[in-house]
């Protein structure tokens, strides 16, 4: 009998016999590679943790008891137990599900969890709330953290507040020894200590279980129990417990993959009054050999084959955008023993790996700590190094009072090189690199680029490297865009655009940003073949703009269409409008980019198309300005 097909909720899950979850583990991570072979996501944290999921699901009432997730990428087998089995084929594609919890799509998805460090401090405001409200105070709540991203300041923050407030929050630490790369820090260090020392948990344990059969363990004797814990740990440890230390009690480290071990542990603490955690050791990528042997390289694996674990890839010669820094950054170090590389937890994401391989003791890996990443570069500026920061352009959000305030405000010479802005595509709403020109543009002496192609971001390195002041350098995922056969030895003038097409006559100018700026020289070329001329800048640098173009393309077009890939409201195309307005120009500006509103998951060309920026929306545009121009339009604009 086939048991997931019968499940449709948590409470259908509930009427099985225990000694059937095991099978019904096994049936999870069979469904999950036969769908994600083909269509990808996940893959191996969310294999690593189908045992936690489904004696979270058992045990609690769920939806009334809560499950808070820390990063989405282990809750695969929750989605399949939470109603949404039949859906999972189409999840991270249009109009199908998401591939993170998503309080929107599911009465059991609590809470936004796309980025690493808040489901304690969540899940407690959750737990307080519960004790403050007539009739919830039986009501659970679990907070889901991983190892990686308990190292999280954030985390810290609120393991901290969990131990001065009145709650009942049990927290989940599932420890499968691995972020998307190898985890890092004192932290990871110290729960590989733990680990080692489970003896004295085990007793502990045992201990509890012993005093409460005999009626010995409320809250009164809360006191007791925890000298007698601290005598047991004098006897047979060394080891200090942190979560202890925080007045947090402290039950594991247990084999997270033991469906029915688990049952039972969280049957036995999840009545228990105040702060818990429960330590679970978890292998990523279980019950396939290829990802448990490569976890890092199963974190999200494309297409694979489910019988051999061969990966399906494509075979363009094209390097990645971050492939195209990782070399570059290496080529300046050698030459420049002031330079070092920094990351957050993202060595091989961001090809900061390169960097690591051959400069190591330059090449810093902080964990999942944007903001800590941020303020160290600026110290490490502050003494005399050249730091290039890479992290995604979603997660550099959560650095943003530390670029203001370590970084700009001193002129730190930090350059922020970040990765997968602009759309992503599958990831979604959480992971969409859209903001950054927009809130780094309005810090006073920070400047803000974005290359077209391979050729232009090897310049801007180039020119980062050699400025006194902080400097951003934005492009997207994907495959680069440009030729990688120039030998690159200078850089870029600060503030200059550049015409990339040009025809005769054109009334509109298309201003781009970035890599877009290939959608629109293909649709300026489809409209020259239909006698509609226009002409392309590439104009490079948000800030500072490049104000002597903006001058000439104000006073010799008709109307002016900006193209980023980024938010409308506040980014490129402000900037431009701003200036214009400014400087006494009044020609009509139509800006595309990412509308004022929140974009799901697709793939990303789907997205560019849907929010009217391809070839086509730019295309569909030029034509509307073209209407609506006067028809004496042809002579040159009078705007002052």
Not at 60 to 86: C, E, I, M, S
Not at 269 to 285: A, N, Q, S, Y
Not at 357 to 365: A, G, L, Y
Request: net charge neutral; glycine share 10%.
């Amino acid at each position: 009998m086939n048991l997931l097909n019968h499940i449709d909720s948590p409470e259908e899950l509930r009427k099985l016999q225990q000694e059937q979850l095991p099978q019904l583990c096994a049936e999870i991570r069979e469904y999950m590679i036969e769908n994600l072979s083909h269509n990808p996501g996940h893959f191996g944290s969310s294999m690593g943790a189908v045992e936690i999921i489904v004696a979270l699901h058992y045990v609690f009432n769920t939806p009334r008891d809560r499950v808070v997730w820390d990063v989405g990428h282990q809750a695969y087998a929750h989605k399949l137990l939470t109603g949404r089995r039949d859906l999972f084929p189409n999840q991270r594609t249009a109009g199908g599900i998401s591939g993170f919890p998503f309080p929107a799509e599911s009465e059991y998805d609590t809470f936004v969890c796309g980025h690493a460090g808040n489901s304690i401090s969540a899940a407690l405001g959750m737990a307080i709330a519960d004790l403050n409200t007539h009739g919830e105070e039986d009501r659970k709540t679990i907070a889901l953290v991983g190892d990686a991203s308990i190292s999280n300041g954030l985390a810290f923050e609120g393991l901290n507040n969990a131990s001065n407030n009145p709650n009942n929050l049990l927290i989940i630490l599932n420890d499968n020894d691995m972020s998307i790369d190898s985890p890092v820090g004192a932290m990871h260090r110290y729960l590989s200590d733990m680990t080692t020392s489970a003896s004295y948990n085990r007793l502990r344990y045992k201990v509890y279980n012993l005093f409460k059969k005999l009626g010995l363990v409320n809250d009164k004797r809360k006191g007791l129990l925890l000298r007698f814990n601290n005598a047991i740990k004098s006897l047979v440890s060394t080891q200090q417990n942190i979560f202890e230390g925080l007045n947090i009690r402290y039950f594991g480290p247990f084999d997270g993959n033991d469906v029915n071990k688990v049952v039972k542990v969280l049957s036995d603490i999840k009545d228990m009054k105040g702060p818990r955690i429960l330590h679970l050791r978890t292998v990523k990528g279980k019950g396939y050999k290829a990802a448990e042997d490569n976890p890092q390289a199963w974190h999200a694996p494309g297409n694979f084959d489910p019988e051999t674990g061969e990966k399906i890839v494509s075979s363009s010669s094209t390097p990645l955008w971050q492939e195209v820094f990782g070399d570059t950054l290496v080529k300046l170090a050698e030459k420049n023993d002031k330079i070092v590389g920094i990351t957050a937890a993202m060595l091989s994401g961001t090809s900061m790996n390169k960097m690591m391989r051959s400069f190591p003791k330059r090449t810093f890996d902080v964990g999942i700590s944007e903001g800590h990443a941020v303020t160290f570069a600026g110290g490490l500026a502050a003494a005399g190094k050249k730091p290039f920061v890479a992290i995604y352009s979603s997660f550099l959000q959560r650095g943003f009072d530390n670029i203001i305030h370590d970084v700009a405000i001193q002129k730190l010479p930090v350059v922020l090189c970040i990765d997968r802005a602009g759309l992503v595509g599958e990831d979604g709403v959480t992971h969409h690199g859209l903001f950054d020109i927009a809130y780094l543009g309005m810090i006073p002496g920070m400047r803000v680029a974005s290359p077209m192609d391979i050729e232009s971001l090897k310049r801007l390195m180039i020119t980062a490297e050699g400025l006194s002041e902080p400097m951003a350098i934005r492009y997207p995922r994907g495959k680069a865009k440009g030729v990688d056969t120039v030998s690159v030895t200078s850089g870029l003038e600060i503030g200059k655009g550049r015409k990339i097409f040009g025809s005769n006559n054109a009334k509109i100018a298309i201003l781009t940003i970035g890599p877009i700026g290939y959608d629109a020289l293909s649709a300026a070329e489809t409209l020259h073949s239909e006698g509609i001329n226009t002409d392309v800048f590439d104009m490079i640098w948000v800030k500072p703009v490049d104000e002597a173009l903006l001058k000439l393309i104000a006073e010799n077009y008709s109307a002016i269409i900006t193209v980023e890939d980024g938010v409308k409201e506040g980014g490129f195309g402000t900037t431009v409008t701003n200036w214009l307005n400014a400087n006494g120009y009044h020609l009509p500006v139509v800006k595309l980019g990412a509308p004022d509103t929140w974009i799901y998951h697709a793939k990303v060309d789907q997205l560019h198309a849907d929010c009217g920026y391809d070839s086509d929306g730019i295309i569909r545009t030029v034509k509307s300005v073209v209407k609506s121009l006067p028809a004496d339009k042809n002579v040159k604009p009078s705007n002052k």
